[in-house]
């Protein structure tokens, strides 16, 4: 989240769904000779035939198009926003072992007493989990959740994971963990409560190979805006050059504002600067010259002195010394276009180079607000040679008409070789408008591109939709705090590349008919050219989705504190299928045997906390009766929970909320028929199978709609799932995961309308 000290409106609240256009990859691949289908008008694997063919739909495009993942629920129902994927793409031995450990933050938005919650991936990002121990001083998962600010990264030589938050109140929090993201050590920054210290929107970057400042054993920056003086805001830094042991970023710093140091012009990123916007995260160029960049963003001070507005200009704070001493430099002047759209955001590829993208908007000039007409996503660049100093000219990406598009994130390899991403509209309105003058709603999906030759004053960037489903209907406020709109999916979200190049991507959806159950999503690709040179993407075949199926390994399941738990029979999902044929809907579940809340109880390792298990498929689809063409998270499952009486099948919406507030729960609305070989006579001894049936349009589908994510779930649940008389949304119970299956699309006779 940001401070903007602009003011801006907001807008309503309905939303559509309407089709997108696939834009085709300048880029070479070749994908073996199976039946490769895509969902229709994006980038995103259906359906990885098992009786060959020559390609399915993507016939005309194999030999360009970057494929990518089905969407994952990062969490199956926990609140979501402004997320942060980072990989772990490090070697892990002398013998360059990798393992891509995926992590994945967002904050919830609720400041205190709670933390931004922390998921993790060790399957390549076709699953994720919450460990047993979120960061925030180490509390474990079930005390609380939704920190203000979150953002993390990975260490490159010890494999830590540095994570910075604002849990409450108002503490700047680095927590690190030397376990891969299991258990953490926290330290207190600084609070912002006190004189001195009031901040907002903290980043963190770290190099563990800096040989400055002399003696160090490792840097890590956490930068951040502080508003002690709110004419004169500061940009900040807290520094530790002992690879953040705690206490070392008050002892190592030399522009702690958090700490009372006094901010100067030559030992802070920008000090005391009336002109100061946002500011994006710190990148460092650990390849070369270990040199510290943080882009931000200046507008003009207005009337009165707490708003701004044009003409805007682009900085880059720069630090040839570890963070000791700064200078700035400018990247562009704007003059009347904002930038604020959101947050300025730079990448460094391995030979030096330097990329910063924004969002800008178009005009109309004579506007002095800045706010209105079409955003578009830009970039700039830097060569080794101009060091940051110079720039080319700001780059249009997205410029052809009545298509907005905001919030950019970059991620380069090689010389010249980048990956973007951004949220791109169906309507050239801007985006805290949000609905034209017959009240439609713009509607908004994620866009992938990627450059081979980005070091060019040329547009060299070709994209494609990697979401199988809109992720927003309406608004989008780029206001942050000063937000009076639409800003469920909060200010930001980003990609990151694994050791092969591939693109990992993270970002909000909000999709549903309440509009602010906002959930975060993942994909990552699968195949396509690498931003790395010589090295292929090739995980088409590994992918585990096979004729809308999907299988998962075993012993792999969890407990309910989130720890390890490989010996748990009937709570482990070895594979899912899904069908649907008319009205009829039937999920199928394998397991390693049948399920049974007496074995729910034994895995959780918490008796008494947990009464029984629900096992499920969770998955969104297109709301009947909601023409603006909502959705909802439904789910089908078998339900053994002996306070909700005998084992049922049911089905519903994942809309209900557990007892702190925090997390979405399974609501059920109706039945569903249970079969399978689980429920034999004799019981099976081994692997068996929960067949559930139910109706479509009952449960609030629309007729012909696909289904998206559709996600394998067995959970622990704990109580009764009866709601509170006065909120009816609270529920009584609680659930947390014991087990996850890789999601996969079924597009039924419609796509996503």
């Known amino acids: 989240m940001q401070k903007n000290r602009s003011s801006r409106s907001g807008a309503f609240n309905p939303r559509v769904f309407l089709a997108f256009i696939l834009f085709s990859i300048g880029v070479s691949l070749a994908i073996a000779a199976t039946g490769i289908k895509l969902v229709p008008g994006t980038a995103v694997l259906l359906s990885n035939t098992s009786g060959g063919g020559n390609g399915g739909n993507t016939s005309s495009t194999t030999s360009s198009t970057n494929i990518f993942s089905p969407s994952v629920f990062v969490d199956y129902k926990r609140?979501?926003?402004?997320?942060?994927?980072?990989?772990?793409?490090?070697?892990?031995?002398?013998?360059?072992?990798?393992?891509?450990?995926?992590?994945?933050?967002?904050?919830?938005?609720?400041?205190?007493?709670?933390?931004?919650?922390?998921?993790?991936?060790?399957?390549?990002?076709?699953?994720?989990?919450?460990?047993?121990?979120?960061?925030?001083?180490?509390?474990?998962?079930?005390?609380?959740?939704?920190?203000?600010?979150?953002?993390?990264?990975?260490?490159?030589?010890?494999?830590?994971?540095?994570?910075?938050?604002?849990?409450?109140?108002?503490?700047?929090?680095?927590?690190?963990?030397?376990?891969?993201?299991?258990?953490?050590?926290?330290?207190?920054?600084?609070?912002?409560?006190?004189p001195g210290a009031i901040d907002d929107r903290q980043w963190d970057a770290v190099d563990e190979s800096a040989p400055l400042p002399a003696g160090n054993t490792g840097n890590v920056y956490v930068s951040f805006i502080n508003f002690t003086n709110a004419i004169a805001p500061t940009l900040a830094l807290a520094r530790s050059t002992h690879d953040g042991a705690i206490g070392t970023f008050i002892t190592?710093?030399?522009?702690?504002?958090?700490?009372?140091?006094?901010?100067?012009?030559?030992?802070?990123?920008?000090?005391?600067?009336?002109?100061?916007?946002?500011?994006?995260?710190?990148?460092?160029?650990?390849y070369n010259t270990h040199n510290i960049y943080i882009p931000f963003v200046r507008g003009t001070t207005q009337t009165p002195p707490l708003t701004s507005g044009p003409p805007y200009s682009l900085w880059v704070a720069e630090s040839t010394d570890g963070g000791s001493t700064w200078t700035r430099n400018q990247v562009a002047f704007?003059?009347?276009?904002?930038?604020?759209?959101?947050?300025?955001?730079?990448?460094?590829?391995?030979?030096?180079?330097?990329?910063?993208?924004?969002?800008?908007?178009?005009?109309?000039?004579?506007?002095?607000?800045?706010?209105?007409?079409?955003?578009?996503?830009?970039?700039?660049?830097?060569?080794?040679?101009?060091?940051?100093?110079?720039w080319s000219p700001p780059i249009p990406l997205t410029q052809e008409k009545n298509d907005s598009a905001v919030m950019p994130w970059m991620v380069a390899g090689d010389a010249g070789r980048v990956d973007i991403v951004y949220y791109k509209a169906n309507s050239g309105l801007n985006s805290n408008v949000g609905f034209d003058a017959s009240g439609n709603p713009m509607v908004w999906n994620v866009y992938f591109g990627q450059s081979l030759n980005a070091l060019n004053t040329g547009s060299n960037f070709k994209s494609v939709q990697i979401s199988d489903h809109p992720n927003h209907l309406g608004g989008i406020c780029t206001a942050g705090l000063s937000c009076s709109g639409d800003r469920d999916l909060l200010d930001f979200f980003t990609v990151d590349i694994d050791h092969l190049g591939a693109a990992n991507v993270v970002w909000a959806d909000d999709n549903t008919t309440r509009g602010s159950d906002t959930r975060n999503k993942f994909s990552r690709q699968l195949s396509g050219v690498s931003?790395?040179?010589?090295?292929?993407?090739?995980?088409?075949?590994?992918?585990?989705?096979?004729?809308?199926?999907?299988?998962?390994?075993?012993?792999?399941?969890?407990?309910?504190?989130?720890?390890?738990?490989?010996a748990c029979p009937g709570m482990d999902i070895l594979g899912v299928?899904?069908?649907?044929?008319?009205?009829?809907?039937?999920?199928?579940?394998?397991?390693?045997?049948?399920?049974?809340?007496?074995?729910?109880?034994?895995?959780?390792?918490?008796?008494?906390?947990?009464?029984?298990?629900?096992?499920?498929?969770?998955?969104?689809?297109?709301?009947?009766?909601?023409?603006?063409?909502?959705?909802?998270?439904?789910?089908?499952?078998?339900?053994?929970?002996?306070?909700?009486?005998?084992?049922?099948?049911?089905?519903g919406r994942i809309d209900n909320v557990n007892p702190t507030i925090t997390s979405l729960e399974y609501h059920r609305t109706q039945a569903a028929a249970v079969t399978g070989t689980c429920f034999a006579t004799p019981a099976p001894t081994g692997p068996c199978t929960v067949t559930l049936t139910t109706s479509a349009?009952?449960?609030?589908?629309?007729?012909?709609?696909?289904?998206?994510?559709?996600?394998?779930?067995?959970?622990?649940?704990?109580?009764?799932?009866?709601?509170?008389?006065?909120?009816?949304r609270l529920e009584e119970g609680n659930s947390e995961q014991a087990d996850a299956a890789a999601p996969f699309d079924v597009t039924g006779t419609g796509t996503t309308k």
């Not at 260490?155 to 910075?164: A, M, Y």
């Open 577 to 651: 299928s899904a069908n649907r044929n008319g009205d009829l809907i039937t999920i199928s579940l394998t397991l390693d045997s049948a399920p049974s809340s007496a074995k729910a109880i034994a895995c959780s390792n918490a008796p008494g906390l947990v009464t029984g298990g629900i096992w499920s498929a969770e998955f969104w689809a297109a709301s009947d009766g909601n023409p603006e063409g909502y959705g909802e998270s439904y789910y089908i499952g078998y339900r053994d929970n002996p306070p909700n009486g005998a084992p049922v099948g049911e089905a």
């Open 697 to 728: 349009s009952t449960l609030g589908i629309k007729s012909g709609t696909g289904m998206y994510s559709i996600t394998g779930l067995s959970t622990f649940f704990g109580g009764s799932d009866q709601t509170t008389p006065v909120l009816f």
């Open 252 to 286: 190592d710093s030399v522009c702690n504002t958090l700490n009372g140091q006094v901010p100067t012009s030559t030992t802070c990123p920008d000090p005391l600067d009336v002109a100061l916007q946002v500011a994006g995260p710190p990148v460092v160029d650990y």
């Open 79 to 194: 609140f979501g926003g402004e997320p942060t994927v980072t990989v772990d793409r490090y070697p892990f031995t002398t013998g360059q072992t990798y393992r891509d450990i995926t992590y994945v933050s967002g904050p919830n938005g609720f400041v205190f007493p709670h933390y931004s919650p922390f998921f993790k991936s060790d399957d390549i990002g076709q699953t994720f989990r919450i460990p047993a121990h979120v960061p925030s001083f180490g509390q474990t998962f079930g005390t609380g959740g939704g920190g203000g600010d979150s953002y993390q990264v990975v260490g490159q030589l010890t494999h830590k994971v540095f994570f910075v938050d604002l849990p409450g109140p108002g503490c700047v929090t680095m927590n690190t963990s030397t376990d891969q993201g299991e258990t953490w050590v926290g330290d207190n920054i600084g609070c912002g409560q006190g």
């Open 531 to 566: 931003v790395f040179k010589n090295t292929t993407i090739n995980l088409m075949n590994a992918w585990p989705i096979t004729d809308h199926s999907v299988t998962d390994r075993a012993a792999d399941t969890f407990n309910e504190l989130g720890a390890p738990n490989a």
């Open 334 to 390: 704007l003059g009347d276009h904002n930038p604020v759209n959101l947050f300025p955001q730079m990448a460094v590829d391995k030979a030096g180079n330097l990329y910063y993208t924004w969002s800008q908007t178009q005009g109309p000039a004579s506007d002095a607000s800045g706010l209105t007409g079409e955003q578009d996503v830009y970039y700039a660049f830097s060569t080794v040679a101009q060091g940051g100093a110079t």
